[in-house]
């Protein structure tokens, strides 16, 4: 636990995909607060490709980011003068949206003569989870469009990756099959809105490496499961639709869940917590908490906006970064996007 922090104010941007996020995070004596946290997204922009371009996904960035980082701090009530520092995702994501935010952080730290830190994209997601008390030992599943993650949490700082999916994420998984479906982009919100309404056992899915032994996950089977099943049914009608959602969506819940309860029992975590955008799924918090409750297990899930892309996040992750003394240094120049980086 961390017992008491100094006093920062961190102005925090993220930009790996479709969203340009901008955001200020405090801490007091014994607490990390958001001051503010501004998310501009693209997804009407992509809707009518299906999916995220990135070369406008770039340039949007480029249009939104100051505005985004100006009106983060009007509302924070600060000068940049007043900053500590920067925190900056710089990793994993798309290189060309990654290059935006770091770039312009780079900038930024320069022009203002701060220290900039850059913070994996992955760890943000799960220091999501750390805006509440979490106990550790704790497992944190992290679903998101690029990354399905089951990360082991010593504590705040010591990360072990003990599963990942070994084709698509989860929220790739999502946006395909509403791709399947005719229902745009991002997917899972659409899919999650439908399976609400769809009876999910006329159409059964599998349930990709519900029993391997290990920790990984695999999502590209279901996906073509869900194909094979449109084309053999021909016309698709909106009831037709949202059965196939529900029977899709369950099937992706209960892997999630049955592995990641697996996983908890096996590591002795005292908490199990979800992150990433998929983790706004209602029917997955809700199964992943009956579970962990059911277990024994402390269940942590962040507020659904924190879950899907955002700065506040990053704020936070650098707040605890810095608390461990790895951090903020005048070092803008050594810092570069890196879309592969590796928690
Ligand atoms: O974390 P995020 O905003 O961006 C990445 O880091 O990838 O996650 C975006 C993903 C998309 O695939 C989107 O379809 C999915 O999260 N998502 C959802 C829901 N809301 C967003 N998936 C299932 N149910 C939702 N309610
Ligand atoms: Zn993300």
Known sequence: MVKKFSRFKILALETSCDETAAAVVGTNSNKVEILSSQVSSQIALHQKYGGVVPELAARAHLEAVIPAVEESLRTAGLTPERLTGLAVVSGPGLITSLMVGVETAKALALAWQKPLLAVNHIYAHLAANFLKPIKFPALCLVVSGGHTELIFLKDFWSCRKIGRTVDDAAGEAFDKVAKLLDLGYPGGPVIARLAAVGDSERYCFPRPMLTADNFNFSFSGLKTAVLYQTKKLGRLTPGIKKDIAAGFQRAVVEVLTAKTLKAAE?????????????????ELRKSLEAGAVEAGFEFFAPELKFCTDNAAMVGVA?????????????????????PNWEL
């Open 318 to 338: 650098a707040c605890y970064l810095e608390q461990k003394k790895q951090t903020l240094k005048n070092n803008w120049r050594k810092i570069a996007a890196d």
């Open 266 to 282: 096996k590591f002795k975590v005292k908490t199990i917590a979800l992150a990433g955008g998929v983790a706004a799924n209602q």
